[in-house]
């Protein structure tokens, strides 16, 4: 009987082990970077991204790096960092919402790739392999040699991040400064992009497209929330029949891209022998949905030739394939390459379709959605300088936001857009505009700076 006791207790004892081992297995694995050395010496981000390379997760349970409690400062690198081939969660470190550790790829900011086309000594940041679920929160990614981050075919999550004078690379279709998304799935939410500029198109001599300054949206699905986007520049072009410039904030070549509750001012957009690009977005395929945003007092690059030269760049929005929606938005005060105010242009088989709510300064589309305003000149609807140009604040933590004038026309003149709107219900892409939506219902209710929106709420970001 003895023995029995004995035996049974021995039994529980090692289940007891190897239920302890499995949990220990499941739990997700930690990494803590230690120093603010740009190397790969011990306890570094680059022997961090190594390290978690080679332990075995799912995109459930990604590795965690994260850095010691009180590191602060710059890591300024003496190498490209590793390619991230697993799935990895970076938490960086925060004072007062602003992050307090910088990741920097050592490029000279004074290169303008966009304009030059040179290259700029420096080393790449972050570049996400295929199938790699990743996501980052709490970090400034700057001076990249490359976009501060490259998606190939990843799942990725941005989250109060900084992105500041990244550079993107130079190609036949130049890569964004920031972010470059390859058919992979993006969000970024409370992100800040300033100064960042993107990559020279038809490096060959012949034609080719710009890079956005911030983001490049190639294929897959991108959300971009409550981020704000101020003098970012698209890269030139190229030269040959067909080039485009590349747009100041964002360009969508293929895909599906939501973005609400965002502010883009002061952008520029790329230049081309053809056809110059939007300071603000342009869209030459795919489908867009920007609801709830200010874009305002940007400048597009002038096209030298193609179907009206140098006026065929909107300053603000630009459509030349594809399908953008807008809802509750401020366009107004963007200029193109000829300094002739043009908010919202579509040619060729764009198309553009308004869910109402939306104040124009000067479209070249007309729009009839319910609320629809233009012709308002931009003193009237945000607090601008003597000069008449934006004029931006920052409420809390780290991102500027542009206030409406006491008596501004946008103020109570809208809706909160959420799922219960139509969105292109006779579309294909639908369901991923609807989906998402219902996903962010609730912060749809707020404005950029994470107040609640009135019952009749403003037009644009903030209210």
């Known amino acids: 009987m003895f023995l029995m006791m004995n035996i049974n207790c021995s039994f529980r004892s090692l289940i007891h082990v190897i239920l302890f081992l499995i949990i220990a297995a499941m739990s997700k694995a930690q990494i803590e970077v230690l120093t603010l050395a740009g190397d790969d010496s011990q306890g570094s981000l680059i022997a961090a991204i190594n390290k978690a390379n080679t332990l075995k997760t799912d995109p459930g349970k990604p590795v965690s790096i994260s850095f010691a409690k009180n590191l602060s400062g710059e890591i300024v690198l003496s190498m490209d960092l590793p390619a991230i081939e697993n799935h990895i969660s970076f938490v960086g470190n925060a004072n007062n919402g602003r992050p307090t550790v910088t990741v920097n790829g050592l490029v000279n900011p004074a290169i303008n790739e966009g304009l030059k086309g040179g290259v700029s000594p420096g080393f790449n940041l972050f570049v996400i392999t295929s199938g790699k679920t990743v996501s980052f929160e709490k970090l400034i990614l700057t001076k990249s040699n490359k976009s501060g981050i490259t998606n190939n075919g990843g799942t990725v999550t941005v989250k109060d991040c900084m992105f500041t004078y990244n550079l993107g690379i130079g190609s036949i279709h130049g890569t964004a400064g920031a972010i470059q998304n390859e058919t992979g799935n993006l969000t970024v939410t409370r992100s800040y992009f300033f100064y960042n500029t993107g990559g020279v198109g038809g490096t060959d001599g012949g034609a080719g497209y710009g890079g956005a300054g911030c983001i490049n949206v190639i294929d897959g699905n991108a959300v971009i929330l409550n981020s704000s986007f101020f003098e970012n520049e698209g890269g030139f072009g190229g030269v040959g029949v067909g080039s485009v410039g ?18 883009a001012a002061g952008n520029f957009g790329g230049g081309s022998i053809v056809t110059g690009a939007s300071g603000g977005i342009i869209v030459i395929g795919g489908n867009m949905t920007i609801l ?28 030349l394939a594809g399908t953008l929606n807008l809802g509750g938005n401020i366009i107004a005060g963007n200029h193109n390459g000829s300094d002739e105010e043009t908010d919202l242009e579509s040619q060729v088989s764009g198309e553009v379709r308004s869910f109402g709510h939306n104040l124009f300064g000067a479209a070249k589309v007309e729009t009839n959605g319910t609320g629809d305003v233009n012709k308002v000149a931009l003193k009237d609807v945000i607090i601008t300088t003597s000069e008449g140009k934006h004029q ?72």
């Open 292 to 319: 709830q945003s200010t874009i305002v007092d940007n400048l597009g690059g002038a096209g030298l030739g193609g179907f009206d030269g140098v006026d065929f760049c909107s300053g603000g929005i630009h459509v």
């Open 246 to 263: 590349g747009a100041g904030v964002i360009m969508v070549r293929d895909g599906n891209v939501l973005m609400a509750n965002c502010t």
């Open 392 to 463: 931006s604040e920052i409420i809390s933590g780290f991102m500027p936001t542009i206030a409406l004038t006491d008596k501004s026309p946008a103020k109570n003149n809208s809706i909160v857009f959420t799922e219960k709107n139509p969105v292109m219900t006779n579309d294909v892409h639908a369901k991923f505009f609807t989906d998402e939506m219902k996903k962010y219902a609730s912060l749809l209710q707020t404005d950029q700076n994470e107040e609640k929106r009135a019952a009749n709420p403003s037009i644009g970001a903030v209210e």
